[in-house]
């Protein structure tokens, strides 16, 4: 396929989602089918670009020298982009429904399209200078998303998601300054770029450098201590919190790590030094941490996104074992966690959305009102905890044997911070689920005769997403066997 | 080994109904209720039979990743554990015909009690480690609403330290597992290990880590010392019919696990006298001892009876953890006993409590003299579990102790036979002054204000039934000694 399709995909979003305020519709519903129509047909174009990628990398700008703007699919483009695009359109169905009862459609829909392109930006960027520019883009675009509802509380959980992400990115940027330096080049190559003659006795100062640009990058992957942000950014409107803190900033943000340590730096570089000791710890640590403040948040969504912090730092474990099977454990949870958690907060918003319910004590007995989406939960619980037969067993099983693999000894509490993790995992969602089907005796059920569950808007993404748990966890081979060609560099 | 898809039949068939009894309309009679449930039970009771006399059968159902295959195979150890699971979910489901007309929702209790009849089959039949993993977890969840079907404040907190506790176990079970796939050549259970020596030698301590922290795993839900303390939070609170069932047939999950691990995954010769072994063999029998003591102090009837189930589970986590023969058969012939003594006390409880609204033993007294039948089973199962000549307990602890005897495990091969028969005598401890108050209140007892109260037929049947089996198979038990003869010998 032509290479200027790459450019097409990136910009249509960007610009159809900015003439979404200009545009006169007559009716929300026109509006709607506009939007619907411009993701669709995107993703129809996406995934046509990437199984039938163009070879050749398409120069979008050039500065000076190997300072350029340039795309180019590869094996993560592929995972990363078609992850995105199938989860969009879906996304953007459930958005119509809920984003009812919010203020200023016009502005939420324009940005949220627009950001549709700028991640794809992210997976489609050939090397690390472009990655940057879309990174930081990212931030930009979203913010007004965090900012949605214009309530003190959200004014600063926009502005600390602010200055965490460009503090994090000025922290990246160094790892790009150094990359280009001791590099042979800026473009992205598995097994990295680092040139050994030109580094000399500089490995440490490297190292060092690799930390503070995975810590950089970790700030979007919500990485301890720099997770403070995302459970606050749990404020904007749930279809942020389920799209873009549960999957595409977050998952970007684990994306950029992927491609500073296997295409960047290289993993023949940095395994076994302290720097991967450093990394894994940090990682391990967030993963028990992320789930202990979990079990303790009694406020649905704010629960969810600690749960997310947790579940990051999976994917982050993966990579930091820096094995091509860690690799491979790591794209599958990223891949796979992203329809448990998508799915988690969509319940929680439709809760929220029909029954103005925000906290967990407030859930008992909802279950009988509520079927259809609190069976779509206990699957996506069942599933995070790592219940066989469900997608999260799976990602869960790669992890673990490509920490058992690797015979690190820190991978081995790796393993343990794992299923520890699962355990309070158990028991933060759970927790949710036996309150909603079996209240305490003598519970009233007249206090939510009001409760019902939503329209197909809000269903069709709920039941697409809990089925593709359990296909995936009952049948996970194609997928296991492509993340681990990409892993191994074949695309 | 003959390929046959009969094998999954049994499981999907209770499985299938009892979701459907749960998604039923609440408006549907109890009596139409009760018609389907019997229909699940023997039904799949002839199910089991059916795929049983089929012989070695087998089945790969599908391949959850390219080398992780869902698969199923019916061997002797499976045999026996699916035909006591049968068993007693008959006897139970038949008397909760009638006591659970004093609860709510019966509805949902039945489609549960069949749901789970379901998945034990299948954890019965599991052919290999990570299809048994997925039906003990499932186990662990759709058992859970049989603990908190009351919904009571101390249910439903039952309900969940059930949950958590077996969760941590099951996770640690998979912490092993991870290290067993990478380095066992399959995960199908043979008998004698599945792992090359030279394996073993060289990641030796790993590997016995990795036994270890299973054994702990399994041994959670089997209420091993020290994750324990769900067993009595969890088992009392349960309607009776369903106590029955946890304590007779659940904590056996665990079990199964064990024998599954050690005979048929790392093999006895692995861990015969490493510290492995010295460890298990010490938490057995302190667990032993503790749950009779335990047991002995408690007050509540049915609580006092979980605690029982405690010591008495671990009768036969001691007996295979001396890696014995005799000890092992002695072992599985205790999981048949136990099964059906320890069903049979606590719906002999349930008869009590349904009757007459007692719940502490002290309340008990002249219990007899109102419902004599129930009392005499009680009285009768009650000598078995002690170990008394001619009934089934005594079979299973001769065994037991006849095997640590020749086990050559240093001091545990006399401890551990001193231990059983402190224990046997705790046990008469707790579990005969039930009968003695029973019938013999003593003088100042009111015998003019006396009714007589005894249980109907559907409550009477399955305890007299299991009566029967718990003196008769203490008295012939050839056939099943034969049964154990030709496989047992084939793990060691």
């Known amino acids: 396929m032509n290479p200027m399709m790459m450019l097409v995909v990136i910009l249509l979003p960007i610009l159809g989602g900015a003439l979404v305020p200009v545009l006169p519709f007559q009716k929300r519903v026109y509006r709607n089918l506009y939007v619907e129509a411009l993701v669709l047909l995107n993703s129809i174009l996406v995934f046509a670009l990437l199984w039938n990628r163009p070879i050749e990398a398409l120069d979008v700008v050039r500065f000076t020298g190997n300072w350029t703007i340039s795309l180019r699919v590869d094996g993560m483009s592929m995972v990363f982009g078609s992850l995105i695009a199938f989860l969009w359109p879906l996304a953007t169905l459930y958005s119509f429904e809920y984003m009812k009862h919010e203020q200023r459609e016009k502005t939420f829909f324009m940005f949220y399209t627009m950001t549709y392109g700028v991640t794809l930006g992210i997976a489609l960027a050939e090397d690390m ?3 940057y520019f879309f990174y930081e883009l990212l931030t930009l675009v979203t913010l ?16 600390k998601y602010l200055y965490y992400s460009l503090g994090g990115a000025a922290f990246a940027f160094i790892g790009l300054i150094f990359t280009m330096v001791y590099g042979n080049t800026l473009n992205f190559t598995l097994g990295g770029v680092m040139n050994a003659a030109k580094i000399g006795d500089r490995t440490n100062i490297l190292l060092l450098v690799y930390v503070f640009a995975f810590f950089g990058f970790g700030v979007k992957a919500a990485i301890c201590p720099f997770n403070s942000w995302l459970p606050q950014a749990g404020v904007a409107p749930t279809p942020v919190t389920a799209l873009l803190h549960a999957v595409a900033v977050v998952k970007a943000g684990a994306f950029s790590i992927i491609r500073l340590t296997f295409y960047c730096f290289g993993t023949e570089f940095l395994r076994g030094t302290w720097a991967q000791g450093v990394v894994m710890i940090a990682t391990i640590f967030t993963i028990v941490y992320g789930c202990s403040r979990a079990v303790k948040e009694t406020h ?94 799976i990602s869960k099983w790669n992890l673990a044997q490509a920490a058992v693999e690797s015979k690190h000894v820190l991978s081995y509490i790796g393993i343990g911070a794992l299923l520890i993790s699962a355990l309070l995992t158990a028991t933060y969602m759970l927790n949710i689920v036996v309150r909603a089907f079996f209240p305490k005796a003598g519970f009233d059920y007249e206090t939510i005769a009001d409760a019902e569950d939503p329209n197909w808007l809000m269903l069709l993404p709920l039941t697409v997403f809990a089925l593709v748990i359990i296909v995936f966890g009952l049948h996970s081979a194609p997928v296991t066997a492509f993340l681990q060609e990409v892993a191994a560099g074949i695309y | 080994m003959k390929e046959t898809v009969w094998v999954i039949v049994p499981v999907l068939i209770p499985v299938i109904m009892g979701i459907f009894l749960l998604f039923m309309k609440p408006s549907k009679s109890r009596k139409t209720l009760l018609w389907i449930t019997a229909a ?42 699916v035909s006591v699971v049968t068993f007693i979910w008959i006897c139970s489901g038949l008397y909760a015909f009638e006591y659970m007309k004093h609860e709510e929702n ?33 186990m662990t969840l759709l058992s859970m609403p049989l603990v908190l079907h009351n919904r009571s404040h101390e249910a439903v907190m039952a309900g969940l330290k059930y949950l958590f506790y077996s969760f941590f176990g099951a996770y640690m079970v998979l912490f092993g597992i991870y290290f067993i796939y990478h380095y066992a050549n399959t995960m199908s259970f043979t008998a004698g290990g599945v792992f090359d020596a030279a394996v073993l030698a060289e990641n030796r301590s790993l590997l016995l880590a990795a036994a270890f922290l299973m054994l702990i795993g399994f041994g959670v839900k089997a209420g091993m010392f020290p994750l324990h303390a769900w067993l009595p939070t969890a088992h009392p609170v349960a309607p009776a019919p369903a106590s029955a069932a946890l304590s007779g047939i659940i904590v056996k999950g665990g079990v199964l696990g064990i024998v599954r691990v050690v005979f048929y995954i790392f093999g006895a010769d692995f861990l015969k006298g490493t510290w492995v072994q010295t460890v298990w063999m010490t938490l057995a029998l302190l667990t032993v001892f503790m749950g009779s003591m335990l047991a002995f102090l408690e007050k509540g009837f049915k609580k006092r009876l979980a605690y029982s189930t405690v010591s008495q589970i671990s009768y036969i986590l001691f007996g295979l953890s001396v890696l014995q023969p005799v000890a092992v058969t002695g072992a599985l012939l205790h999981v048949v006993f136990h099964a059906i003594i320890k069903c049979t006390l606590f719906l002999c409880a349930g008869a009590v409590i349904y009757q007459t609204g007692k719940t502490k033993v002290e309340e008990l007294s002249g219990i007899g003299k109102q419902m004599p039948v129930t009392i005499w089973c009680y009285t009768f199962v009650s000598l078995a579990l002690i170990g008394i000549p001619p009934t089934s307990g005594f079979v299973s602890k001769w065994y037991l102790a006849t095997g640590a005897l020749q086990s050559g495990t240093g001091i545990f091969t006399w401890l551990g036979p001193v231990v059983l028969l402190l224990s046997a005598l705790l046990t008469a401890g707790y579990l005969l002054p039930v009968t003695v108050k029973g019938f013999l209140p003593g003088n100042d007892f009111d015998y003019v204000s006396l009714q007589k109260r005894e249980a109907n037929g559907w409550m009477l049947m399955p305890i007299l039934l299991l009566t029967i089996c718990a003196v008769a198979l203490g008295m012939f038990p050839n056939s099943l000694a034969e049964f154990f003869a030709a496989f047992v010998p084939q793990l060691m």
């Open chain 1, 144 to 159: 007004p998303l965090v900012l949605h509802t214009l309530t003190r509380e959200a004014v600063l959980a926009a502005r």
């Open chain 1, 300 to 393: 649905i969504k704010r629960r969810l996104a600690y749960s997310t912090i947790s579940n990051l730092s999976y994917i982050l474990f993966g990579v930091t074992i820096m094995t091509p099977l860690g690799l491979t454990g790591a794209l599958t949870h990223m891949v796979f966690h992203a329809f448990m958690k998508i799915g988690a907060f969509f319940c929680a918003g439709a809760i929220m959305y029909k029954t103005g319910r925000h906290y967990v004590h407030e859930l008992d007995g909802l279950g009988r009102k509520m079927p259809k989406v609190f069976v779509i939960f206990t699957v996506s619980a069942l599933a995070l905890m790592g219940v066989p037969g469900l997608a999260g067993f």
């Open chain 2, 106 to 138: 019966n509805k949902r209790y039945f489609g549960f009690y069949l749901l789970v009849y379901g998945i034990l089959v299948g954890l019965d039949f599991s052919g290999n480690l990570v299809t048994f993993y997925m039906f003990y977890e499932l």
């Open chain 1, 129 to 131: 200078l472009t990655m």
């Open chain 2, 40 to 81: 699940g039970l023997f039904v799949t009771a002839g199910l089991v039979g059916y795929v049983l006399s089929l012989g070695d059968a087998g089945y790969t159902l599908f391949y959850l990743t390219d080398t992780l295959p869902v698969f199923f195979r019916v061997d002797s150890v499976s045999r026996l554990f």
